[in-house]
C-alpha cells in the first residue's frame, strides 16, 4: 500500500478510506469516481484488462488505472463512497463564489437544478474556505 501524501489538503472533505486513492490519482480524478461510482463497490481489473474501454478508464483514464492498480493491487474491491456531504459543501462553495463574483441567482439555480429560494439559503449558511461566514 501506498502511504498518502502527508499534509496533503483537499479541497472538500473526503473520508479517511479516500486518502490513499487521492494520494495516488488526485483529487479531481478521485471525484470523478465518487461521481460515477459513489455508494458501491468496484472490483479493480487486473493489469492485463486495464485497457482504455474498462468502464474505469473511461471514467479516470488508463494512466491513472494502472496507477490505482499500481498502488492498491489488481483484482482488489475497493468501496467508492458517496462523499454526498463533501460534493454538496464543495457545490455550496462554488455557488457562493460566482455569486460573489457577480453571477446571478437565476442562472446559478439552472445549472445546478435548484430553486432560487435553494440558492438564497445555501449563500445564507455556507462557510466560504477561509472560514468567514458569507453576509447577505
Not at 495516488?24 to 482504455?52: C, F, H, K, W
Amino acid at each position: 500500500m501506498v502511504k498518502a501524501i502527508e499534509n496533503y489538503q483537499c479541497s472538500i472533505k473526503l473520508p479517511p478510506s479516500l486518502d490513499e486513492v487521492v494520494a495516488v490519482i488526485g483529487e479531481s480524478t478521485t471525484i470523478a469516481l465518487i461521481n460515477a461510482y459513489g455508494g458501491t463497490t468496484q472490483r479493480l481489473p487486473a493489469m492485463r484488462n486495464a485497457t482504455d474501454d474498462h468502464e474505469f478508464a473511461k471514467v479516470i483514464g488508463k494512466e491513472k488505472l494502472h496507477q490505482l492498480i499500481n498502488a492498491i493491487g489488481a483484482s482488489r474491491y475497493v468501496y467508492i463512497p458517496r462523499c454526498a456531504d463533501g460534493l454538496r459543501l464543495k457545490r455550496d462553495r462554488e455557488i457562493v463564489k460566482r455569486f460573489s463574483d457577480g453571477e446571478v441567482v437565476e442562472s446559478l439555480a439552472r445549472e445546478h437544478s435548484l430553486s432560487d429560494r435553494q440558492i438564497w439559503n445555501i449563500l445564507k449558511k455556507t462557510e466560504m474556505d477561509d472560514g468567514q461566514t458569507q453576509l447577505f
